[in-house]
């Protein structure tokens, strides 16, 4: 832990305490239980069944995280078959437009139908959400490399492949770093709809549980929970992507997300 990274998480504990003190504050002026339990109400519940929730984060976690792999590997496919083969992209590309046309939350039901109540179909969910902005910000990296570059390999001889794989590809990982990190916070999205829609397990199955049983405090557990799991990730992802460029300058600082900076 650098010395830098103190002011940050100085920063972000400060502005935890705000918005809990905030949502204390409205406790006091009068919301109902039923729709915003206190925070230490949450608190104590996030203690009590800490069992449940981790049983629960542990199947939410893992169709996340398989998601996230799977729609990498195809997106970053997509995008290096698209470079290397320019007579695909007139056909590829309209299509790749098409399914971002249908709202993935529209064909929730249907994958469920498809692949079962089981993980695969929140698999399913998640790596169609994440597949085009991986696809897409690989793409453009590849079609971005300077030309000068270029023009070296050809001088040298450099094939096709080699051209792609060791020059245009390093060259379009900052690009797919921003849809990595877009992506880590995309999947629990697919992997809590898919859940919502069909499921026997998951943070998602145990807040749709929690609702019908008027257990706010829980269903506010479970968001923390998946919160937790968000960030975490997403720091993960972040922290990775560091390690596979460090010819990559950083201009912005090393944790930009604290920072209050995104790019």
Known sequence: MTRSLYPALLRLMLATTLLVGLWQLIVILGAPRYMLPAPLSVLHTLIEQS?????????????????????????????????RWAFLRSTVLPLLLLTQAIPVFAIAPLLVLWFGYGPGSKVVMATLIIYFPIASTCYDGLRQTQPGWLDLVTTM????????????????????????????TAAPIGAIIGEWVGSSAGLGYLMLQANGRMQTDLMFAALIVLLLITITLYFTVDRLC??????QPDHTGRHTLINGERS
């Open 51 to 83: 069992g449940l929730l981790w049983h629960h984060a542990l199947v939410t976690l893992g169709e996340i995280v398989a998601g996230f792999l799977c729609g990498t590997l195809l997106g970053t496919v997509t995008a290096l078959t698209l470079s």
């Open 157 to 184: 001889g450099g094939s096709a492949n080699r051209q792609l794989f060791y020059i245009r590809l390093p060259a379009a990982l900052p690009s797919l770093a921003s849809g990595l990190r877009m992506a880590a």
């Open 242 to 247: 560091r390690l596979a460029m460090p010819w």
